[in-house]
Structures are given as structure tokens and as C-alpha cells.
């Protein structure tokens, strides 16, 4: 009798999960992905990324075609002041499933269940949380300790009108935001420029 395998199952369709799903496509390991919310426009907003060093590895785990297509991904400034919001489809799986919430995981010697609230459940070899910050994954595996540690950070916001001709050097390094941290002082600092 011949064996079967059991895929990757990928709780979240975020950012991570979905690169992960990438990845893994890239090199032919099945998996399968679940995403909580109903569908792609569910949450009625994106989200940005600014990786600066972290760019070849990123690239690595996409296939040429949608390294290709990374410039579809761009901010655009005319669609943010018409007051648009993407969807752009990026990673185009057709292996997910939405509207899967995980209610409970079973941990066996070489497998895993997962159960979800609609009824339905998945075996896998390996599970995968990559449903954020409120994870039911984490919460499943870990019910004592799976609190998120609370960062010492604090934020301060202010907005400042410059002249064109001010903001000028800022504005060539990036026309819309630039980053980073000062190591003397472990501050990390934001700097956003938007025209009135």
C-alpha cells in the first residue's frame, strides 16, 4: 500500500503566511493554507512592507513571476489621494480556504489535527502559525504562556509644514517615507512626507 502525505497546513493568509505558501509552492512542498477572514477584501485595507536588507531573501522565496510583478505593489500616490485601497491579489493560491477559524489543535507523535469552528478538520505533518498577533495557533500549543510580551515603546506623532524647497533633500531620498533607527539612542524614527 502505498503511503500518503499529509501537507503543510498554513493557519493565516497574512503577509508571512502567504510567503510561506509562496515558498513552498516554489519548491514543490504541498501545503495547505487557511485564512479566518471571509474573503480577501474582509479587512478593507493592506498592508505596507519596508524591508531594505531583508530584500534578497524575500525575492528568493517568490517565484520569478512575482518578482516580476513587485512593482504592481508600489504605493501610488495618485490612487491614495483619490482615496483608493489595494487588493491587489498578490499571491494568487488556490490552495487556501476562507472563513476557517482554527478552534483547536491535537499534537500526535509525527501528526497533527486541526479542528475549526465550522466543523471541519485537517491532519497534517506540520502546522504553522501564521495568523498574527492573536494567534490561535500559539494560544493552542501554548495555553499558559501565550501572551503577547509588551514592547517598552513609546510614540510620539507631529506634524511639521515645510516649504518645498525645505523638504526637498528629504524628498530624494524617498518621496514618500523613509526609516530608521539611531543606535546611541535606540530611537527609531518614522518620517512620512505627504503634499497638502
Same mark, same amino acid.
Given at each position: 500500500? @502505498?503511503?500518503?502525505?499529509?501537507? #503543510? ?5 497574512? #503577509? ?7 515558498? !513552498?509552492?516554489? *519548491?514543490? #512542498?504541498?501545503? /495547505? ?13 493592506? =498592508?505596507?512592507?519596508?524591508?531594505? =536588507?531583508?530584500?534578497?531573501?524575500? !525575492? $528568493?522565496?517568490?517565484?520569478?513571476? !512575482? /518578482? ?9 500616490? *495618485? ?12 499571491? $494568487?493560491?488556490? +490552495?487556501? *480556504? =476562507? +472563513?476557517?477559524?482554527?478552534?483547536? !489543535?491535537? #499534537? ?5 489535527? @486541526?479542528? %475549526? ?6 491532519? @497534517? $505533518? ?17 495555553? +499558559? ?30 518621496? %514618500? %517615507? ?11 524614527? =518614522? %518620517? ?5
Amino acid at each position: 500500500m @502505498a503511503s500518503t502525505y499529509t501537507p #503543510i497546513l498554513i493557519v493565516g493568509a497574512g #503577509i508571512s503566511g502567504l510567503t510561506l505558501a509562496q515558498a !513552498l509552492l516554489k *519548491e514543490g #512542498i504541498p501545503f /495547505q493554507i487557511v485564512e479566518q477572514d471571509d474573503s480577501l477584501l474582509s479587512r478593507g485595507a493592506g =498592508w505596507g512592507l519596508t524591508i531594505h =536588507w531583508a530584500l534578497p531573501a524575500f !525575492l $528568493d522565496l517568490l517565484p520569478q513571476e !512575482l /518578482q516580476e510583478r513587485l512593482p504592481e505593489t508600489y504605493v501610488n500616490k *495618485e490612487a491614495v489621494n483619490k482615496g483608493e485601497i489595494g487588493n491587489f491579489a498578490f499571491y $494568487d493560491l488556490n +490552495s487556501g *480556504e =476562507w +472563513s476557517k477559524r482554527l478552534a483547536n !489543535l491535537n #499534537i500526535y507523535d509525527e501528526s497533527m489535527s @486541526a479542528h %475549526f469552528d465550522d466543523g471541519t478538520s485537517c491532519m @497534517a $505533518d506540520l502546522v504553522v502559525g501564521c495568523d498574527g498577533i492573536y494567534s490561535s495557533v500559539r494560544r493552542t500549543c501554548f495555553p +499558559s504562556s501565550y501572551q503577547n510580551y509588551e514592547l517598552p515603546i513609546r510614540m510620539l506623532g507631529v506634524g511639521v509644514p515645510y516649504s518645498t524647497s525645505q523638504v526637498e533633500k528629504i524628498r530624494e531620498l524617498d518621496p %514618500f %517615507f523613509l526609516h530608521g533607527s539611531d543606535p546611541r539612542s535606540d530611537a527609531y524614527l =518614522w %518620517f512620512s512626507c505627504m503634499s497638502p
